[in-house]
Every structure is written in C-alpha cells, then in structure tokens.
C-alpha cells in the first residue's frame, strides 16, 4: 500500500448543514488516521464528495460535482473518488453501476470505518458498503469546517414525519435522538474552544427527546446549553405543531436563545398540508405566527413553502402568497415541489406542470425581496450587533451577521471599520445607514 504518498484529501460536502457535521466526523476519523487535507479537489489524492440527495436540484449539483471529479481523475489529478451522503445512501448499488469511475460508495452507517475503507480503496478494491441506517453514529470528534465562531450540533438524526413529498425517512431512516448528556458534553467542549454561537440542527429539532425520554424535550436541552459560555443559541427546523408554550418560554426567557425560529411551514392550506400529511392549517398557523409575535417581540421568522404541490390549485396558490404577505416572514425559502421516486407525492395523479411550479416559485420570491427591501428599508438608522465574518476587498467592506442572519442562508450586513482593527468572530455594534440591492450597509461605531 502506498498510504505515505497519497495522505492529501479534498471534502466537498454538499446540501445540509447536518451532512456537513457527518462529513466533520469523517474528517476527524481520516486525521487521526494520517491523512491530510487540501481545500482544492484538484491538488488531492482522494476527493470525498458527501452528497445530498433531498430534491432534483441537490440530486443534480453531486452528479454535476461527480462528473468534474471523473475528469480531474481522467486527466490524472486525482487518484481516487469516494462517495458519501444521502444520494449514495439512496440509490447504493447503483452508483458503481452509474459510476464505475468511483472508487467507493459508502453509506451513512458505515462513517465510523471510513478510515478503513480509504485503506482498502488505496490497496485496489472497489468498496461498496452499506449498513442499518439506525446504526449511523452521530457521536464522536469532529474537525469544524465552520469558522472558529460558530458550531452546527445535531441533537438527532432520522424522520418519523412521513410528509407524502419527502425520502429522508428513507434515507436516514427513524427518527432518532442522541442523548441530552452527550449533546451537552460536546456543547461543553464547544465553549471551552472559542464557539460563540452553537446552531442546533435535526430534521426536526422540536421532536427531540420523544424517542428517548417520552417527552419533547428540547426546552430542558436548551436550558442545559444555556449554562455554557455561548453568546447566541440558534434553533433550525422546527415544526410548528410542536412548537410548545414552554418552548417559547424558554426561547423568550433565555437571553442567549436569538430571538430566530426556522420554521417550514410548506403550505397554508389546509387540505394541500393533509396530502402532504402535515398538520395545521392556515388558522392555525396564523394563530402561531401571532402567538410567536406577540410574545417574543422582534422575533425573526425564517419559514420555506413548495409551490405546485400535485393538486395545487391556482386559487391555493393565490392564497399562500396572501398568507405570505399578511405574515410578512423576515426569512422565507421557497421550492418548486419535486417528484421524488418512492414517495406517495410522486404516485399522486394530479401532478402539476413544471413551467407552473417554478413561474409560482419565482411570484413568491420576488414578493418576498420586496417584502425585505421594506424591512431593511425600515432598519436604517438603527444599531444593531454583528458578529464579524470576513472583509470583502473589492466593496473595501467588512460583512457579518446579526442575530437575525443565520449562517450560510440568510446573506451579510456590510459595513465599514473606520480603520479600527477587526477580526473574525468579532462581536462589533454596527450602524445600519442604507440597503444597496437587498443588502444592509452600515459603520461600525
């Protein structure tokens, strides 16, 4: 085996930020086996590519991101390709099949022997290994890929929501939470090193503990990180029919918890959610926007809608951008529904027409931006704290987030320094004097 030449590995980890964390836990698996890491595939020896496999969109950036892969490894730039992530996890077999210039395909429950098989893959087998999806470890080191100021930790993995559109239960199986003392221990770890802001993640944050402890239990969680040296706490993914009183309590009580819930709502009607096998309507729905506004004041809403659902109607359609507009979400995505094979959505035989899905997705996301040039309209003048993110040196900017700015999604706030030295991570007060195309643009003071 040649192991002492080929040590440079290249991670290209694609879609969520809870596959980022398992291509974190690899890292960590290679480094403590030797192996070193380039950020550029094309100066590697190994190039990992973590997949996602949630819609069309995803399905279609890891083939465009394998094919480049092939041809560095045509052209003699890199020797080997593995496969990791939802899509290999999905479609298993296949992908050597697909793919015969991949070197190996490994599935989710098979992360904690990744070392093992890179080993195996550089001696000469083609290694296509699955196991229980139940069995994928979510505990273990981990090497950030993040900035040092800000962690992704998954309190669980899994879906036990079976909404008629979506393959994650497929793919990642039951829904499955890790336990409280492991989170807090890796919460503690976190602090000790310099994180500032921890973002909890899972496919459904608010379901935590209810495998485990028979309770939801995110409140009491939150309540244990809260004791660590963190600044801000943020919540991702949380489904409105277990957002709890006591939840908000907390989220409202805790002065570290930032005042932001992600919240995928899909639809307002409520006879399109039932096909999706969501629950609420639009009644309820508006009740918890209320309720949320009312008692956590200036509290950011982040929610994403699927335009063309099969059977969506136009009249359905013209009521979810009413919705839109009266609930008027500071944060909004937005998905032209996908047919994903295996799901009953994709079997439904009112599928609407492609053109229509995305002509609708594009109504609601001009709306939106008009909606947050309003907002950001409305926010000039005001002061406002930015965590520090990097220095743009064609604006001659610096840019950060507010605690209304989740990484990676919700775009930058950019501002001036004046000449004072700033850092990343840096928690700076910034004035916030104009918006230029959609983007807040300040001074620090």
Same mark, same amino acid.
């Given at each position: 085996m040649n192991n002492e030449t080929i040590t440079k590995v290249a991670v290209v980890s694609l879609g969520c930020a809870k596959n980022q964390v398992d291509a974190e836990m690899m890292m960590s698996k290679l480094a403590d086996a030797g192996y070193a890491f380039v950020e550029e595939p094309g100066v590697s020896d190994i190039v990992l590519i973590n997949t996602c496999g949630f819609i069309t969109a995803a399905k279609e950036e890891a083939i465009e991101w394998l094919n480049e892969?092939?041809?560095?490894?045509?052209?003699? !730039?890199?020797?080997?390709?593995?496969?990791?992530?939802?899509?290999?996890?999905?479609?298993?077999?296949?992908f050597i099949e697909l793919f015969p210039e991949v070197d190996a395909v490994i599935g989710i429950a098979e992360y904690e022997n990744i070392a093992e098989y890179f080993r195996k893959m550089q001696n000469g087998e083609k290694i296509a290994v699955f196991g229980e999806k139940e069995k994928h470890t979510m505990e273990g080191k981990r090497i950030l890929s993040t900035q040092p100021h800000y962690a992704y930790m998954r309190i669980a993995d899994g879906c036990d929501n079976c909404c008629t559109y979506c393959a994650i239960p497929k793919i990642r199986g039951r829904?499955?939470? !890790?336990?409280?003392?492991?989170?807090?221990?890796? +919460?503690k770890h976190l602090a000790e090193d310099g994180v500032k802001?921890?973002?909890?993640? +899972?496919? %459904? /944050?608010? =379901?935590?503990?209810?495998?485990?402890?028979?309770?939801l239990a995110l409140p009491e969680l939150l309540n244990r990180l809260c004791e660590f040296d963190f600044k801000w706490i943020r919540l991702l993914y949380c489904y409105p029919e277990r957002i709890t009183d006591e939840l908000i309590s907390v989220i409202k009580?805790?002065?570290?918890?930032?005042?932001?819930?992600?919240?995928?709502?899909?639809?307002?009607?409520?006879?399109?959610?039932?096909?999706?096998?969501?629950?609420?309507?639009?009644?309820?729905?508006?009740?918890?926007? &209320?309720?949320? !506004? =009312?008692?956590?004041?200036?509290?950011?809403? !982040?929610t994403t809608f699927i335009t063309g659902f099969p059977g969506e109607?136009?009249?359905?359609?013209? =009521?979810?951008?009413?919705?839109a507009e009266d609930m008027k979400f500071e944060r909004m995505g937005c998905f032209a529904y996908s047919e994903e094979e295996? /799901?009953? +959505? &994709?079997?439904?035989?009112?599928?609407?027409?492609?053109?229509?899905?995305?002509?609708r997705k594009e109504i609601l996301e001009e709306q939106q931006d008009t909606r947050v040039a309003a907002l950001y309209e409305g926010m000039t003048g005001e002061e406002t704290e930015v965590v520090v993110e990097g220095y743009d040196r064609y604006l001659e900017h610096y840019f950060g987030r507010s605690a209304m700015y989740a990484p990676e999604i919700d775009g930058m706030i950019y501002f001036t320094a004046?000449?004072?030295?700033?850092?990343?991570? %840096?928690?700076?007060v910034v004035r916030l004097k104009r918006v230029v195309e959609n983007n807040l643009i300040g001074e620090m003071i």
């Open positions: 892969l092939i041809a560095l490894k045509k052209e003699g !730039r890199i020797k080997y390709i593995c496969v990791t992530g939802c899509l290999s996890e999905r479609y298993r077999e296949e829904f499955r939470s !890790r336990p409280m003392e492991n989170i807090v221990e890796d +919460a802001e921890l973002i909890l993640i +899972a496919q %459904d /944050t608010t =379901r935590y503990g209810l495998d485990l402890y028979g309770k009580n805790q002065p570290k918890i930032v005042k932001y819930l992600d919240i995928p709502m899909q639809h307002c009607d409520g006879s399109l959610l039932k096909r999706m096998n969501r629950k609420g309507d639009e009644n309820s729905l508006r009740e918890l926007v &209320a309720k949320l !506004r =009312r008692e956590i004041p200036g509290i950011t809403l !982040r109607t136009e009249e359905q359609f013209n =009521r979810l951008g009413e919705f295996g /799901t009953p +959505a &994709a079997e439904f035989p009112d599928q609407v027409d492609e053109e229509i899905r995305e002509h004046k000449g004072k030295k700033v850092a990343v991570g %840096d928690f700076v």
